[in-house]
T-cell receptor, first 115, second 119 residues
Framework: AQKVTQAQTEISVVEKEDVTLDCVYE???????LFWYKQPPSGELVFLIR??????QNEISGRYSWNFQKSTSSFNFTITASQVVDSAVYFC????????????FGQGTRLTINP | DTGVSQDPRHKITKRGQNVTFRCDPI?????LYWYRQTLGQGPEFLTY????????KSRLLSDRFSAERPKGSFSTLEIQRTEQGDSAMYLC?????????????????FGPGTRLLVL
């Protein structure tokens, strides 16, 4: 069975600090996909990134970066120079390649950026 | 492309009543998903359609729940004889499989959700 663990329930930092959100996953599949979604107070899940299991290259998009390490089954997300608008709940998710490709989500990390 | 839309955004009902939610996916997306999210938890998969065919249902989807996607366009999720435990956010997502190199993957795009409160 697939499982995603986000051990950090809540994180609070001051604006401009860097912050890393942890994600650890479990799967028996050899091919799978990993995702990060952002859920602001409005409730809509906003897609941030998708990674394939065979592509361990780290990715940077502006202030966002992602570190995928297959050896430790982790897919961590770092926000550099955080801003108040980054405040939201962030979800890590996993899907298999075959079949429905339904998403299995972690419990989420509530990130609060204080001015 | 317009995004995924859901209607209504909020629904308050009394226990025992039936409710129906609608989801309009992104056009040309042949896959549609329903998820349920309770307070403080991540979304949980309920059911999945490829075009008009409902191909997978979660054990969470009791016999009081039914979903349809006529003609492979919009979808409806109906809950009969609602219970207080049905109170949650119901999220719809759509996707289209695409090939990137050796991978046949997809990204699911979510609607704003329907927040249900059963009194």
């Amino acid at each position: 069975a697939q499982k995603v663990t986000q051990a950090q329930t809540e994180i609070s930092v001051v604006e401009k600090e860097d912050v890393t959100l942890d994600c650890v996953y479990e799967t028996r599949d050899t091919t799978y996909y990993l995702f990060w979604y952002k859920q602001p107070p409005s409730g809509e899940l906003v897609f941030l990134i998708r990674r394939n299991s065979f592509d361990e290259q780290n990715e940077i998009s502006g202030r966002y970066s992602w570190n995928f390490q297959k050896s430790t089954s982790s897919f961590n997300f770092t926000i550099t120079a955080s801003q108040v608008v980054d405040s939201a709940v962030y979800f890590c998710a996993l899907s298999e390649e075959k079949g429905a490709q339904k998403l299995v989500f972690g419990q989420g990390t509530r990130l609060t950026i204080n001015p | 492309d317009t995004g995924v839309s859901q209607d209504p955004r909020h629904k308050i009902t009394k226990r025992g009543q039936n409710v129906t939610f609608r989801c309009d996916p992104i056009s040309e997306h042949n896959r549609l998903y329903w998820y349920r999210q309770t307070l403080g938890q991540g979304p949980e998969f309920l059911t999945y359609f490829q075009n008009e065919a409902q191909l997978e249902k979660s054990r969470l989807l009791s016999d009081r729940f039914s979903a349809e996607r006529p003609k492979g366009s919009f979808s409806t999720l109906e809950i009969q004889r609602t219970e207080q435990g049905d109170s949650a956010m119901y999220l719809c997502a759509s996707s289209r499989r695409s090939r990137t190199g050796r991978f046949l993957g997809e990204t699911q795009y979510f609607g704003p959700g329907t927040r249900l409160l059963v009194l």
